[in-house]
């Protein structure tokens, strides 16, 4: 989604440039983004990631006229939630 995002814009190209890895991502994206973006390599990272993402998408949704399934994305974070506080030897998510 970072790459679409960053593509935003004269003939949607800048998201293909960023380079290996997204080794030059930081010159796409905008500096709150950017932030975001290095939170996700910390603890709690899925749910900035999960964060970054769907500011992403519904910027990038909106500019190509899509809908963000933004019920999906609500009931997506307390299962997660739930997943992280199981026991490190469940067996099964209930």
């Known amino acids: 989604m970072r790459g679409y995002h960053g593509g935003l ?5 800048a998201g293909f440039l960023a380079g290996k890895m997204g080794k030059y991502l930081k010159r796409y994206l905008p500096g ?3 932030d975001m973006y290095k939170a996700t390599f910390s603890d709690g ?5 999960c964060r970054l993402f769907r500011k992403l998408a519904c910027e990038v949704a909106e500019e190509l ?3 963000y399934p933004l019920q999906d994305d609500a009931n997506m974070t ?3 939630k739930h997943v992280r506080l199981l026991p490190a030897d469940a067996k099964e998510i209930l």
């Open 45 to 49: 990272a899925v749910f900035a990631a």
């Open 9 to 13: 814009g004269p003939g949607m190209i």
């Open 32 to 34: 709150p983004y950017w």
């Open 65 to 67: 006229s899509y809908t």
């Open 78 to 80: 307390p299962y997660l």
